[in-house]
Structure formats: C-alpha cells, structure tokens
C-alpha cells in the first residue's frame, strides 16, 4: 500500500521559514517524480513544486520562485520543501503527490498525500 505522510506545517509568522517533509513508502521511489500542491481555503489546489526522479530537475510556479526550494532524498524516501520569506498568501493546506511522468500533471497525480497546514500570520 503506497503512502505519503505530510509532516512540519505550523503556524509561522510573516517573513518567517519553514521545512515540509514527505515520507513515502509502497512505492519504488526513483520511479517517481514528486511534486507540492497546496490548497487554500475556498480556492482549488494548485501546483507549488516539481522534481524530477533524480532530483536534477525542478521547477516552480512563479509566485514562489526564489522563496521555495523543492529536495528529495532517495536514499530515504523522502521529500522535501523548503519555504522561506513566507507570506499570508501562502496559507494553505499543503500536499505532496507522486507520478512516474515529469513534468507533473497536477490533475492526473497518481497518488497523494493527506496533507500539512501551513499558517502565516502574525
């Protein structure tokens, strides 16, 4: 049974950092690009982060470029993001998702996690 554990989100404040982890098992994980969603409240979820199998390649959408760095470890099948300089906009419920296709395609994720909220707020 494949899952994905979402952990780290809390409450941050303004300006502030943050680490999200994912912890996949069931899976062979170097088959698998891996990718950060995030949801927030009455908005649908959209793409954060992406990285490739190997993690050579990543890729962002614009409004966390040079805040946000997506890793992985394959060696302990994990994932991570790394979050600096957050903003309340970034306020969302964040998930982490797998797929052997690269780049992602948000809609058609094979499988996902359940999820970390991350608050931004003073």
């Known amino acids: 049974q494949v899952q994905l554990v979402e952990s780290g989100g809390r409450l941050v404040q303004p300006g502030g950092s943050l680490r999200l982890s994912c912890a996949a098992s069931g899976l062979t994980f170097t088959g698998y690009a891996m990718g950060w969603f995030r949801q927030a409240p009455g908005k649908e979820r959209e793409f954060v982060a992406g990285i490739n199998w190997s993690g050579t390649s990543t890729y962002y959408r614009d409004s966390v470029k040079g805040r946000f760095n997506i890793s992985r470890d394959n060696a302990k099948n994990t994932m991570s993001l790394q979050m600096n300089a957050l903003k309340p906009e970034d306020t969302a419920v964040y998930y982490c998702?797998?797929?052997?296709?690269?780049?992602?395609?948000?809609?058609?994720?094979?499988?996902w996690g359940k999820g970390t909220l991350v608050t931004v707020s003073a």
């Open positions: 998702a797998a797929d052997p296709d690269y780049p992602l395609a948000p809609y058609d994720m094979d499988y």
